[in-house]
């Protein structure tokens, strides 16, 4: 049996962007763990699929809230249904993000915008409902999904490290205004990992066997490897924790 301090069955946690990638395996750690789980995306064909799987493969309770987290109206509608169909929300985890590559001076506005949108204002708008709400009861804990890219940039995606660097600085934001009412806002970043976002890069040789050697680990990180700093995040054993961002890179931003 766990200690104690890590117990998080029967609270109630949202993780937008959760029907596929790495928001879907933090999903799955949380109703392993015993949360009540709330899926999150824009597609409800794809939410409830994600869904009605995740409930066969641990019997847990799961929902499935499709809105948009770059829509303010949409954001606080979604809240509120949540709230109303499971109960107060105790955890929220920011991870709806997009990732687009581009030369710099190639780079669309359009696409600036999305990745700003998705990636960081995203972050802000369902921080900031949830916030409402558990500010009003005196604790919750807040998610954010940064990234090494919080911390180092790579050619191709100038947008994505600056909305990834301002998803950093907006969690220690958060953390000021949040901490006196009893809530803890995280970040936690993963390095490179085996996903449907790093599709392209995970196939190109070159760039796989640099990422074996730049990376202590000597591998691709697999999504398994997040969760138990998840979980240790949204469980009472991070109370006294607020402000940080917890990397979980196989040692990449430590080494040159």
């Not at 995280?186 to 760039?207: I, K, M, R, W």
């Amino acid at each position: 049996m766990s200690h104690p301090v890590f117990d998080v069955r029967g609270k109630v946690a949202l993780v937008t962007g959760s029907s596929r990638g790495l928001g879907k395996a933090f999903a799955h750690g949380l109703a392993e763990a015993g949360c009540v789980v709330v899926l999150n995306g824009r597609d409800p064909a794809a939410v409830d699929e994600t869904r009605r799987a995740m409930v066969r493969d641990t019997g847990a309770t799961v929902l499935a809230e499709a809105f948009d987290v770059t829509d303010p109206d949409a954001v606080a509608a979604g809240l509120d249904r949540i709230e109303r169909r499971a109960g107060p929300l105790d955890i929220l985890v920011n991870n709806a993000g997009v990732q687009h590559r581009a030369p710099f001076t190639e780079f669309r506005t359009e696409d600036w915008h999305r990745i700003l949108e998705t990636n960081l204002s995203s972050a802000f708008l369902a921080g900031r409902e949830a916030a409402r709400r558990m500010t009003a009861r005196g604790r919750g804990k807040i998610v954010n999904i940064c990234s090494v890219q919080s911390e180092l940039a790579r050619p191709g995606i100038a947008p994505y490290t600056a909305a990834k660097g301002g998803l950093k600085m907006l969690t220690k934001g958060m953390c000021a205004d949040l901490g006196p009412s009893g809530i803890q806002v995280n970040g936690l970043a993963p390095g490179y990992f085996d996903t449907e976002l790093n599709a392209a890069l995970v196939a190109d040789d070159q760039f796989s066997a640099w990422i074996r050697t730049r990376t202590p680990a000597g591998r691709w990180g697999r999504a398994e490897d997040l969760v138990g700093t998840l979980l240790f995040l949204c469980s009472p054993a991070s109370d006294f924790v607020n402000g940080q961002i917890v990397c979980v890179d196989g040692g990449m931003t430590s080494v040159l």
